[in-house]
């Protein structure tokens, strides 16, 4: 399990949202990138040095310091819509490689490289700067079905990191609420909404939403 590579946003017009900006376009940078927990969501501060976030109302902030998408499923992609996408393709600052980011349990750590930890914290919900982004008509909809979306997570122990270096599992919780399971759940199957109360490292803002729509 390692880094395939680390991804950093270039600001660019974001027409498919109607904001000045995205980061939505990550690029592999070479040599080290500093990772440090940001502050709250609003400011768009986000974990690695010298990227941010536009949208500030919807990312961002401690807990979606950092995204990750495995490159297996960005190869699966690839093989479905033809066409070549690079890391960092779907606005990832992680591109993984032998590691199972959407089995990953909510609050699971990672450790990568030897200073940074990182805690998985919510599955990435896809939005129309994505769909605008990749130029799919309808991609909303067919990642959401597909159920892949990969992890933000938050900065538990800051650093350096850089492509190739290792991630080992240091820490898995006592319940069975995967990425994969949250995204579901948020999404097209409200029914298991109850389900994800059990995962202590769900964002805030998650949990009141699971509350609001499991009270009805």
Known sequence: MRLLSVNVGRPRANPWKGLPSTGIDKRPVLGPVGVVAPGPKGTGEVGLAGDRAYDVKHHGGRDQAVYAYAREDLDGWEAELGRPLANGAFGENLTTVGLD?????????????????????????PCATFQGWLEQEGWIK??????????????????????SDPVAIVHRPDHDVTVALAFRALTLEPDLLPRLLVADALPEEDRELVLRRTSR
Not at 101 to 124: F, K, M, Q, T
Not at 142 to 163: M, S
């Open 101 to 125: 980011v959407n089995g990953a349990l909510i609050g699971e750590r990672w450790r990568i490289g030897p200073d940074v930890v990182l805690e998985v914290s919510c599955p990435r919900v």
């Open 142 to 163: 067919r990642f959401t079905r597909a159920a892949v979306p990969g992890p933000y997570l938050r900065v538990i122990e800051p650093g350096e990191i850089r492509a």
